[in-house]
C-alpha cells in the first residue's frame, strides 16, 4: 500500500523528528540524494502558487526525478472526468503526485482510488508541507522543539490547524488567538483564545498569515476589521519569550497581519521558511517514494 501525506498525521512522532533531522541534511548538501531517480511526480495546481511550486520543482530535480507541472484546466478532471479515473490514469504513467486544491474530500479520493503517494501541497483544511518547514525553522532557530512554544494570531484556518496539529505531534506547545467567528476547533489540540497577549506570553515563535487568503475576496472588508488587533509588530513581540521570532507563510501584506518593520528585520526567521519548503519536502519525499542512495 502506498504512504500518503494528506494531513500530516500519517506521520508517528518518531518519523516527525527523522524526517526534521533528514531535512536538516539534505539543506546542507542540496545534491546528496538521488532518491527520486528515474522518478516521475505529478504536481497538480488548482489554486496559484509562488513557493510551492518553486520548493517542489527545484526538490525534486534535486533529488534527481523529474517535476510534470499540471495546471487548474489542463486535467480531464475540469471537464467532468471522475476523480476515480484520474487517480487510476496518474497511477499508470507517475510515480507520485501532488495536489493543491480547496477540497480535501478530492485528495481523499485520489488517495483511496490511485496505488501511488498522494500528498497535500494545499487544501481548504490542511497546509501540512508548510508546518513541516515551520517546525525545521523553528529546530533550526533554537536547536531544540522541546520545551518550545508557538503562538499563531489571526485567522484559524488550514495553517493554524496544520500547526496545531503537527506541532503538537513534535511536541511544541500551540496557542492560537482568533476573534470569535474565526477561531481554530478545539479538537486541534491547541489552546484557544481571543487575546495576542495571552497567546503570545511565554512564546518562542509567533507566527502571521494574510487576513484576506484565496476564496475569502468577496469578505475582505469584514475580515479586515475582525482581524486588525491581531497584527505582529514589535509590540507584540516584545510580549514574547526573550529572542521570540517572527514567522509568516506567505505572501505577506505589510501593514495589515504583520509590519513591515517585523518582516524585514532582524526579529523574524521567515526567508529562512520559504527556503526550508524545498528541504523538508525534499525528505518528505524520500519517505513516501523511495530510501536514499
Not at 495571552?198 to 475569502?216: F, L, N, P, Q, T
Amino acid at each position: 500500500m502506498p504512504r500518503h501525506l494528506l494531513t500530516g498525521l500519517e506521520l508517528s512522532a518518531d518519523e516527525l523528528h527523522a524526517l526534521l533531522d533528514r531535512a536538516i541534511e539534505l539543506k546542507a548538501a542540496p545534491h546528496s540524494s538521488t532518491a527520486l531517480r528515474d522518478t516521475v511526480v505529478a504536481l497538480i495546481f488548482e489554486k496559484p502558487s509562488t513557493r510551492t511550486r518553486l520548493s517542489f520543482e527545484a526538490g525534486i530535480v534535486e533529488l534527481g526525478g523529474h517535476p510534470m507541472l499540471l495546471r487548474s484546466g489542463e486535467l480531464q478532471l475540469s471537464r467532468g472526468e471522475s476523480v476515480k479515473d484520474t487517480a487510476r490514469i496518474l497511477s499508470r504513467h507517475v510515480q507520485a503526485v501532488g495536489v493543491r486544491t480547496g477540497p480535501d474530500e478530492l485528495l481523499e479520493e485520489l488517495a483511496a482510488e490511485g496505488d501511488i503517494p498522494v500528498f497535500n501541497m494545499l487544501t481548504a483544511g490542511h497546509h501540512p508541507c508548510q508546518a513541516l518547514a515551520d517546525l525545521m525553522t523553528m529546530r533550526e532557530t533554537f536547536g531544540t522543539l522541546e520545551g518550545l512554544k508557538l503562538a499563531y494570531v489571526g485567522d484559524g484556518n488550514n495553517v493554524a490547524r496544520s500547526l496545531a496539529l503537527l506541532g503538537g505531534l513534535a511536541g511544541v506547545e500551540v496557542a492560537v488567538a482568533a476573534p470569535d467567528g474565526y477561531q481554530l476547533e478545539a479538537e486541534c489540540g491547541a489552546t484557544l483564545t481571543d487575546d495576542p497577549a495571552e497567546a503570545v506570553a511565554g512564546a518562542h515563535a509567533i507566527y502571521a498569515d494574510v487576513w484576506v487568503s484565496m476564496g475569502d475576496e468577496d469578505t475582505a472588508a469584514a475580515r479586515r476589521a475582525a482581524l486588525e488587533p491581531y497584527r505582529i509588530d514589535d509590540a507584540l513581540l516584545d510580549r514574547a519569550a526573550p529572542g521570540a521570532v517572527a514567522l509568516h507563510c506567505l505572501p505577506a501584506h505589510p501593514g495589515e497581519e504583520i509590519t513591515a518593520e517585523v518582516l524585514y528585520g532582524e526579529r523574524q526567521r521567515i526567508w529562512d521558511q520559504a527556503e526550508n519548503r524545498r528541504h523538508v519536502q525534499k525528505a518528505m519525499l524520500e519517505l513516501l517514494l523511495a530510501a536514499p542512495r
